[in-house]
């Protein structure tokens, strides 16, 4: 019961939670990056240098691998390794490699946040509008791309002439309303057919380059309902993440949907939704103990910082990863 963490990067929580759950199945963790010397090769119990995703010889590289590692799940952590993982689900699955993605149609739809917002109108879910930002009455507004993550792309704007100044394609970017109210991540876990077992609603309350670096778990039934429901209408699998406003007078509006762990996702898994635990669980067909939901800890906060490791001090003390 191996795992194969990919951009694992400085993802050092998430390798531990896996480990957590796969050691005592005698299992290791896998970090994969294109980074040779990132942070999570120090961490895992293995570490492979994969070609950047782009390049010819990555998918022959991840199938071997998946092969000499025997890799049993991957997990994806970054918007753009989802498309092509995939597309070579079919090839990984035969090798009895689960990938816990959506099928192409709703992975394309949670990758273009036009094509997201307009799925959400016609499926009724709560979104912003889009405005004009010819109109000066429209402002201020928010600009964001239409394919990208995090914070990349992503514009306050308070007139005309200053969204002019920008000189943004309007075919790759949204404009909506700026929105005061509260920004909130919701993290679902999902079985591997599609179905919801459990949601955790954090508050979102100081951001850094798009990133959760203070949140609180919180109980708002509203918003867990939205983004369950969302969930299973585009069938995702794995742990997904639900960026929402919400207000106590307008409720919720559905920003975008991350078909994959998100950067404060640490703070759900720990609070109650187990996701590494229950994903192995999903893997070796202990299906039961999977779905059955766990107690959520609300008002359980989680604060980052930042933190330097010494490599020679791993290496002297025999730590780190081959």
């Known amino acids: 019961?191996?795992?194969?963490?990919?951009?694992?990067?400085?993802?050092?929580?998430?390798?531990?939670?896996?480990?957590?759950?796969?050691?005592?199945?005698?299992?290791?963790?896998?970090?994969?990056?294109?980074?040779?010397?990132?942070?999570?090769?120090?961490?895992?119990?293995?570490?492979?240098?994969?070609?950047?995703?782009?390049?010819?010889?990555?998918?022959?590289?991840?199938?071997?691998?998946?092969?000499?590692?025997?890799?049993?799940?991957?997990?994806?952590?970054?918007?753009?390794?989802?498309?092509?993982?995939?597309?070579?689900?079919?090839?990984?699955?035969?090798?009895?490699?689960?990938?816990?993605?959506?099928?192409?149609e709703s992975l394309d739809i949670c990758l273009d946040k036009a094509r997201f917002h307009d799925f959400c109108v016609t499926h009724g879910?709560?979104?912003?509008?889009?405005?004009?930002?010819?109109?000066?009455?429209?402002?201020?507004?928010?600009?964001?791309?239409?394919?990208?993550?995090?914070?990349?792309?992503?514009?306050?704007?308070?007139?005309?002439?200053?969204?002019?100044?920008?000189?943004l394609r309007l075919e790759d970017h949204i404009v909506q309303p700026y929105c005061e109210a509260a920004e909130y991540s919701c993290d679902i876990l999902m079985d591997f057919e599609g179905r919801a077992l459990q949601a955790v609603v954090r508050e979102r309350q100081r951001l850094v380059n798009g990133e959760s670096w203070r949140s609180q778990i919180v109980d708002i039934p509203d918003l867990s309902a939205i983004a369950i429901n969302l969930a299973e209408k585009l069938g995702l699998r794995g742990h997904n993440l639900v960026q929402m406003f919400w207000n106590e007078t307008q409720g919720g509006h559905v920003i975008e949907v991350n078909p994959r762990f998100g950067g404060g996702s640490s703070l759900s898994i720990r609070g109650g939704l187990d996701s590494a635990e229950r994903m192995v669980q999903m893997v070796l067909g202990r299906h039961e103990a999977a779905r059955t939901p766990r107690p959520l800890r609300a008002g359980l906060t989680a604060i980052r910082y930042a933190r330097d490791i010494f490599l020679g001090d791993l290496d002297a003390n025999g730590s780190g990863s081959n």
């Open 1 to 104: 019961m191996n795992i194969l963490i990919c951009s694992a990067s400085a993802k050092i929580q998430l390798i531990e939670f896996f480990q957590a759950a796969v050691r005592p199945e005698g299992g290791k963790i896998v970090a994969a990056d294109m980074e040779a010397h990132c942070c999570a090769r120090y961490f895992a119990d293995a570490f492979v240098q994969l070609p950047a995703d782009r390049d010819p010889a990555y998918g022959e590289t991840l199938l071997r691998v998946c092969r000499e590692h025997a890799i049993r799940l991957i997990i994806p952590t970054r918007d753009g390794e989802l498309k092509l993982l995939a597309a070579m689900k079919p090839e990984l699955e035969a090798m009895g490699v689960t990938v816990p993605l959506p099928a192409g």
């Open 125 to 167: 879910y709560p979104v912003l509008p889009f405005v004009d930002p010819s109109s000066p009455g429209n402002f201020p507004v928010f600009v964001r791309k239409r394919i990208s993550s995090g914070s990349r792309g992503a514009y306050a704007v308070h007139s005309v002439d200053a969204f002019n100044g920008l000189a």
